[in-house]
């Protein structure tokens, strides 16, 4: 009898060791909840937004895509997606053209949004921005790294000159 309890005690131990084995850090948690494969597609998108947003006031620097240097409109793309393993062009023109082209209408948090350059008159793509939100009673609103007035990374209605640059919507993110 007493082997048989010594046994069983033997056996609910070791289970017990496996299981906190198995546990993983919260940092290890945390790296893990990141990872897009596992993220429903409705926070995938959400998380993008959120991330991107926590970099607004970054400075406008021409050619630069780190926090800690600055970011041009493309570089803020870029990095952006880039935290979430999705690999993009540096170029504003060359994002136009990856992933699938969306109306506006259609447009959703996370897709990229793309203008012409400074001159509207020239219709070729020089500015690229990350769609916040689409709603009837907001409109369209992105965040961009902006070589304009706010000289940062900010947040935009499509409004004025940048509705009149308007170019496509693509999503990369599906």
Do not use: W
């Amino acid at each position: 009898m007493k082997a048989s309890i010594m046994i069983v005690f033997q056996f609910m131990a070791l289970t017990v060791s496996s299981i906190t084995s198995v546990k993983t850090s919260a940092a290890d948690e945390m790296l893990y909840s990141k990872k897009e494969a596992i993220l429903p597609p409705e926070n995938k998108e959400q998380e993008l937004i959120t991330f991107a947003k926590k970099l607004m006031g970054i400075k406008y620097i021409y050619g630069a895509a780190s926090p800690a240097r600055g970011f041009d409109c493309s570089g803020f793309v870029y990095y952006v997606f880039s935290k979430f393993s999705v690999k993009l062009p540096r170029s504003s023109a060359a994002i136009g053209e990856v992933g699938e082209h969306v109306s506006l209408g259609n447009a959703k948090a996370g897709d990229i949004i793309l203008f012409t350059g400074t001159n509207p008159a020239k219709r070729s793509i020089g500015h690229v921005g990350i769609v916040v939100s689409n709603d009837s009673s907001q409109g369209l609103r992105f965040i961009h790294a902006s070589s304009g007035k706010a000289q940062a990374v900010t947040e935009t209605m499509l409004e004025g000159s940048y509705k009149r640059r308007f170019m496509k919507i693509v999503r990369v993110i599906s």
